[in-house]
């Protein structure tokens, strides 16, 4: 199976700030069709999951521009280029290049300093 | 609006089976699989099995495999996930979640399953 290693555990980071969260994946990504299925999900205390980037890089509908995705291959990030209050929750990546055995990060933990 | 609600909390004793069920609404459900993830207290997120909603394939995680059947009904919306031989260890939230082909994309809001006796 796909291993994905996000670092750090957890960022505590003051409001306005920005705020980076790395995944690596112990396998390219990259699926014969070009794209690269890395997802980042953001999950707030006592809610589902809720997918902000697909595709690496993809921001879904209605997220806010302040998130991006970037990476390549086996080496991705996630920004917020200003932290605001609603951010706090734990952050996942998620490959989906092994659709038929998807695998998770074991998440971040962003907090407000 | 993609939708996928599930079915209420579940207090099981050790050694019994838990059935969740996962109705969707608001696309065409037979375009997608569901797949069903466990997020144990204090463990990641985990895969447990996904069905094609269209044609009723399954695939298993070989950690699950021996203990866990994903079925659907097609009339009604709905995916089925039931976890025998319970154990302590398997309390945990279950997660139906949709599949678009890579990955995952809507998640329902979540099943409490407590194996306790």
């Known amino acids: 199976d796909v291993v994905l290693t996000q670092s750090p555990l957890s960022l505590s980071v003051t409001l306005g700030q920005p705020a980076s969260i790395s995944c690596r994946s112990s396998q390219s990504l990259v699926y014969s069709d070009g794209n690269t299925y890395l997802n980042w999900f953001h999950q707030r205390p006592g809610q589902s999951p809720r997918r902000l980037i697909y595709n690496f890089s993809n921001r879904d509908s209605g997220v806010p521009d302040r998130f991006s995705g970037s990476g390549s291959g086996t080496e991705f990030t996630l920004k917020i280029s200003r932290v605001e209050a609603e951010d706090v929750g734990v952050y996942y990546c998620?490959?989906?290049?092994?659709?038929?055995?998807?695998?998770f990060g074991g998440g971040t933990k962003v907090e407000i300093k | 609006q993609v939708q996928l609600v599930q079915s209420g909390a579940e207090v099981k004793k050790p050694g019994a089976s838990v059935k969740v069920s996962c109705k969707t609404s608001?696309?065409?459900?037979?375009?997608?699989?569901i797949y069903w993830v466990r997020q144990a207290p204090g463990q990641r997120l985990e895969w447990m099995g996904w069905i094609h909603a269209g044609n009723g394939n399954t695939k298993y995680s070989q950690k699950f495999q021996d203990r866990v059947t994903i079925t659907r009904d097609t009339s009604a919306s709905t995916a089925y996930m039931q976890l025998r031989s319970l154990r302590s260890e398997d309390t945990a939230l279950y997660y139906c979640?949709?599949?678009?082909?890579?990955?995952?994309?809507?998640w329902g809001q979540g099943t409490l399953v407590t194996v306790s006796s």
């Open positions: 998620m490959q989906g290049k092994y659709w038929g055995s998807l695998t």
């Open positions: 979640a949709r599949g678009p082909g890579s990955g995952i994309d809507f």
């Open positions: 608001g696309y065409t459900s037979t375009n997608y699989a």
